[in-house]
Nanobody, 124 residues
Framework: QVQLVESGGGLVQAGESLRLSCLAS????????MGWFRQAPGKEREFVAA????????NYADSVKGRFTISRDNAKNTVYLQMNSLKPEDTAVYYC?????????????????WGQGTQVTVSS
């Protein structure tokens, strides 16, 4: 089992930045592929970004490329999502997810573990 706890969400204005963190426990973190997903009210959950166990493979949704950066610190069992130039359409609950297999280009249905989510609200 893996437990994931997100933090760092909040209310910001358009153009500002936030950094989300996800602390993992219960399994060797360095063996996990990690992802961030989000779900806005009335919409389906969507992929945001993913990172391989080593950090050597990254994947981003087109909507966040150039603005968001995913990274990880295996010594701290933590994955981050740095979000810059935030837009109102980035408003959503952001979820951290983990999977035991290595590919970073897979849908959320193929992730094994999920956090409870953290709210990000961007005002215009």
């Amino acid at each position: 089992q893996v437990q994931l706890v997100e933090s760092g969400g909040g209310l910001v204005q358009a153009g500002e930045s936030l950094r989300l963190s996800c602390l993992a426990s219960g399994r060797t973190f360095s063996s996990l592929t990690m992802g961030w997903f989000r779900q806005a009210p009335g919409k389906e959950r969507e992929f945001v970004a993913a990172i391989s166990w080593s950090g050597g493979s990254l994947n981003y949704a087109d909507s966040v490329k150039g603005r968001f950066t995913i990274s990880r610190d295996n010594a701290k069992n933590t994955v981050y999502l740095q979000m810059n130039s935030l837009k109102p359409e980035d408003t959503a609950v952001y979820y951290c997810a983990a999977r035991t297999l290595s590919r970073v280009d897979v849908p959320g249905s193929l992730y094994d573990y999920w956090g409870q989510g953290t709210q990000v609200t961007v005002s215009s």
